[in-house]
């Protein structure tokens, strides 16, 4: 069985592809779109379907993603480039060990191999995206408890993850709707039904990352929340402060305008009166804010 799927599957570079002999439609196109793979698509014909994969690297999305083209034919699957997904799934297809009730090998058509190649792609992707929502869940917790300053770039750092999957997965609904359209030789209506599955399965992972992605929307609008409350509390702060020696600024003001039969002026003990009636002033206004609250609790100011 091993030899029989290999012998259809060829891993070839650019140049080796556009080196083979024999009728091979739209070639041209497939050479052309190797120069550059922006996204995932495929093309699906009469008789081939040919396209394009642009897999994000799941260890580290900022890195450069992995790359190839991808040849379907009757009797032949090419895979024009190189990575380690499409190693990992030589090596899958290596340990295909299906038979019939009566002991004959069941063949493998090419459009089943593509389709494992796809399955293979999102096979452990909701353990993956499972990472992303409990790292979110983290940081809100963080954000109860404080609004460290390198929490927005956690949270910008994901999003840009979150739309990089989001886009993905989009491109392979797309494939898998172009895959179940009729017309091509290659895909027989199981097939197609097989393709809707897949199609399906990319559909709730798209869906997933919707929900990741608008929870850490959420989280941002808390981190701002929190930092709005933060400065109010700062503002409360400065009013209270302020508040409490606007009487004593007044009274400066007054007796540093030097007008002549000013009271308490020429008294011996003026003085001292002065600073027990600041004292006493103060004493008052420190009272009015500790019933109304201001000075109950450090860093929370509650409005009455």
């Known amino acids: 069985m091993e030899e029989e799927v290999l012998s259809r599957v060829q891993v070839l570079s650019r140049e080796e592809f556009a080196a083979l002999k024999g009728d091979y439609p739209h070639r041209h196109q497939v050479i052309n779109s190797l120069e550059y793979i922006p996204y995932c698509k495929a ?7 040919w396209g394009m994969l642009r897999i994000p690297n799941k ?30 799934f030589l090596e899958r297809i290596k340990q295909w060990k299906v038979f019939s009730e009566h002991g004959q090998k069941v063949e493998h058509q090419e459009v089943e191999v593509l389709l494992a190649l796809f399955n293979q792609l999102i096979d452990q992707e909701v353990s993956y995206l499972q990472k992303f929502e409990e790292k979110s869940i983290e940081l ?47 895909i027989s209506r199981e097939q197609a039904e097989d393709w809707n599955i897949f199609t399906s ?16 929307i959420q989280l941002h609008e808390l981190y701002q929340a929190q930092i709005d409350i933060r400065q109010n509390e700062t503002m409360a702060v400065l009013t209270v402060v302020t508040t409490i020696f ?8 007054w007796y540093g305008m030097n007008f002549t039969n000013m009271p308490l002026v020429d008294w011996k003990y003026g003085y001292l009166a002065v600073i027990l009636l600041a004292v006493v002033i103060l004493g008052l206004e420190l009272r009015y804010f500790w019933k109304k609250g201001y000075l109950r609790r450090k860093g929370s100011w509650h409005y009455h």
């Open 140 to 186: 809100e917790n963080i954000l109860l408890e404080e609004t460290s300053r390198e929490i927005p770039k956690i949270l910008m750092r994901l999003r840009k993850d979150m739309m990089k999957l989001h886009a993905f997965y989009v491109q392979l609904t797309d494939i898998g709707e172009a895959m179940q359209r009729r017309g091509c030789d290659l």
């Open 246 to 253: 606007l009487p004593l600024s007044l009274l400066a003001g």
């Open 59 to 88: 260890k580290n999305l900022e890195e450069q993603p992995e790359m190839f083209g991808y040849y379907v034919q009757k009797g032949k699957v090419f895979f024009i480039g190189t990575g380690n997904c499409l190693e990992e």
């Open 201 to 216: 399965r990319v559909a709730r992972l798209h869906g997933y990352t919707e929900n990741i992605r608008e929870n850490l």
């Open 43 to 49: 093309e699906v014909y009469k008789q081939c379907i």
